[in-house]
Nanobody, 124 residues
């Protein structure tokens, strides 16, 4: 199973980016997926999760109202639309896939497969 995150880059504060996560080797259908991030010198933290049905989404308070997670099961892919970016959003962003076909929460331990990360840098 491979997860390929892409779409990161350098953007000015207030700008937008859209991250993508393409999955191969396992269908994402009915499986929860999430985004996490790790800023320099900090531990990796939860950003957003979408349930297997796609009907429910959950966000960290720091990104609520600015980020939107979505999925396209036909393309075996997940996305993160990031708007109103600020320098505190600078981090490596990781996509993750839960092997189970039910939502178990937002903790890292619930996700079995991880992408390699894509760098997002927001300049002030």
């Amino acid at each position: 199973v491979q997860l390929q995150a892409s779409g990161g880059g350098l953007v000015q504060a207030g700008g937008s980016l859209r991250l993508s996560c393409a999955v191969s080797g396992l269908t994402i259908s009915r499986r929860p997926m999430g985004w996490f991030r790790q800023a320099p010198g900090k531990e990796r933290e939860f950003v957003a999760v979408i349930t297997g049905s796609g009907r429910s989404t959950f966000y960290a308070d720091s990104v609520k109202g600015r980020f939107a997670i979505s999925r396209d099961d036909a393309k075996n892919s997940m996305y993160l639309q990031m708007n109103s970016l600020n320098p505190e959003d600078t981090a490596v962003y990781y996509c993750a896939l839960d092997w189970n076909q039910y939502y178990s929460g937002n903790a890292e331990r619930e996700f079995h497969y991880w992408g390699q990360g894509t760098q997002v840098t927001v300049s002030s």
